[in-house]
């Protein structure tokens, strides 16, 4: 079974630029998370969809980051403009609904110059 | 509120020795407790749950952890550690009734010594 795909890994791009991630869930899950990973830091929830509904984006940061989730199946997370402190790891997560584990994707490493 | 703590940063421990790893949680509710192991440039990945029932739980690759209530603590172990074990380990906790957010630890680096 395929996990949960992330692209792209690396991204470098310089400040007041835009850039998006895309994540792809492990099919039949319909819970899908995006979390922010500072370094030496655990990971902390921006966004949970339950199909194509965002039921929970209290943490995100509505002036620049947006995310869609549009068919219920993938996602893409947006930056715009980016900013210096936006350089960490954005992570992926898909669960068959909420209340079981969640499967991790490898992540995307945002460096912003 | 939900929280997860992590007392230990670092844990050095020689191979074949047995390894814990601390975690003590908060919550407002009846917890639902996980480990998670990183390795570098991977994502996140599952260890070992708590929900209810034994306190003891075995999980892959020969970890179990302790559900202690009376200590709000969720402690990672494993009887023999092995070099291959070296990676950064989370604790996160969701509140079993409520809202489906995992709340994560600091995270800890286990280096496993030959």
């Known amino acids: 079974e395929a996990g949960v795909v992330q692209s792209p890994r690396y991204k470098i791009i310089e400040k007041k630029q835009p850039v998006a991630f895309w994540c792809n869930p492990i099919s039949g899950h319909n819970t899908l998370y995006w979390y922010l990973q500072n370094l030496g830091q655990g990971p902390e929830l921006l966004i949970r969809y339950e199909n194509e509904e965002a039921v929970d984006d209290s943490q995100l940061p509505k002036d620049r980051f947006s995310a869609e989730r549009l068919k219920g199946v993938d996602s893409t997370l947006k930056i715009q403009p980016a900013e210096l402190g936006d350089s960490a790891v954005y992570l992926c997560?898909?669960?068959?609904?909420?209340?079981?584990?969640?499967?991790f994707g490898p992540g995307t490493r945002l460096t912003v110059l | 509120a939900q929280s997860v703590a992590q007392p230990e940063d670092q844990v050095n421990v020689a191979e074949g020795n047995p390894l814990t790893v601390k975690c003590t949680y908060s919550v407002s509710g009846n917890p639902y407790l996980f480990w998670y192991v990183q390795y570098p440039n991977r994502g996140l990945q599952f260890l070992l749950k708590?929900?209810?029932?034994?306190?003891l739980v075995k999980g892959s690759y020969g970890f179990e952890a302790e559900f202690n209530k009376s200590q709000t603590s969720f402690h990672l172990k494993k009887p023999s550690a092995l070099v291959s074990d070296s990676a950064l380990y989370f604790c996160?906790?969701?509140?079993?009734?409520?809202?489906?957010?995992?709340?994560f630890g600091t995270g800890t680096r286990l280096t496993v010594i030959p």
């Open positions: 708590y929900i209810t029932g034994d306190n």
């Open positions: 997560a898909s669960s068959l609904d909420g209340g079981n584990e969640q499967f």
């Open positions: 996160a906790v969701r509140v079993l009734y409520g809202a489906n957010n995992l709340f």
